[in-house]
């Protein structure tokens, strides 16, 4: 996004109409973002559906997790991401063009809570975990995120590259080889635009970001430690569900905050350089 220069000390600053990136409204690259996070999902979502078979109906009524919980616990995804597609909306501190890449995540967990509904009210067995899945695309996203944000907004053949890649490697017999060195390639991206990006609020966002992610990681195991006592009351179903989508969305919605606060610094930076002697106050009139 480029902005007028050669204002005298003082003087807000305002953004070009005439230049393409100004041109697109942020309305635009939020439908870009969604168009995109469509062009992954739905197909993931059919093949889930199509490869799934009808549920014996003795499975389905002894069911551990109620019916009411499976069918409103996915609008927690929906919300979030509507809540931070609001926040990027309104959000002045970042130019339009770099809404794109920090709403992939926002629509991503907006989409996976009705393709959550979808999959729970539906009396099937699932040859393919959409959750899984699409938890695999997501870290990788986390790894994409981080290179526009050293680099330029916007997709590319790398961009292809790692989200097919990973998608393919949800195929690997083993989840844990496809999952572990994406999280922690995912991390360490995470960690290194941190020093490239730092500030107090990001890095409030990182720790709130991080915390809910281990947490979500260690919830995936937690059956594996805790007694039979406990894993086999009837209330654990339900606790352990609602703890992990806790998790899951404390971290989506920081993780989004993080990129946010990155992002917002990036464009501060960019808007010094381009007008050292100017008191930059974007996005107010003049």
């Not at 409103?72 to 509507?82: D, E, L, M, V």
């Not at 995120?145 to 790692?162: M, V």
């Not at 097919?164 to 922690?184: G, M, N, T, W």
């Amino acid at each position: 996004l480029k902005f007028h220069s050669g204002f005298h000390s003082g003087q807000t600053m305002s953004y070009s109409l005439d230049q393409p990136d100004a041109a697109r409204s942020r309305v635009g690259y939020l439908l870009l973002s969604l168009f995109w996070t469509s062009v992954f999902t739905l197909p993931m979502i059919a093949v889930c559906m199509a490869t799934a078979t009808p549920k014996p109906d003795s499975e389905a009524a002894n069911d551990e997790i109620p019916f009411g919980l499976k069918v409103t616990t996915p609008f927690i995804y929906s919300f979030t991401g509507a809540l931070n597609i609001a926040l990027l909306l309104y959000d002045r501190r970042i130019s339009d063009k770099m809404v794109e890449p920090n709403a992939y995540m926002c629509w991503s967990s907006f989409v996976f809570g009705f393709a959550q509904l979808s999959e729970n009210i539906a009396n099937l067995d699932y040859t393919y975990s959409f959750a899984h899945w699409y938890t695999l695309l997501n870290y990788a996203w986390g790894i994409e995120w981080g290179l526009q944000l050293l680099g330029e907004e916007g997709n590319n053949f790398r961009t292809l590259a790692i989200v097919v890649a990973s998608i393919a490697s949800y195929f690997i017999p083993i989840y844990e080889i496809a999952a572990v060195p994406q999280i922690l390639v995912c991390l360490a991206a995470c960690l290194y635009c941190f020093m490239r990006y730092r500030s107090p609020e990001s890095k409030r966002n990182l720790i709130l970001f991080v915390a809910p992610c281990l947490g979500f990681l260690g919830l995936q195991k937690i059956t594996e430690m805790l007694p039979a006592t406990v894993t086999s009351s009837s209330w654990f179903p339900s606790v352990h569900m609602l703890l992990i989508k806790t998790c899951d969305n404390l971290q989506i919605h920081f993780s989004v905050r993080f990129f946010v606060s990155m992002f917002s610094m990036k464009h501060e930076q960019a808007l010094g350089t381009e007008a050292p002697d100017v008191k930059v106050k974007p996005w107010e009139s003049d």
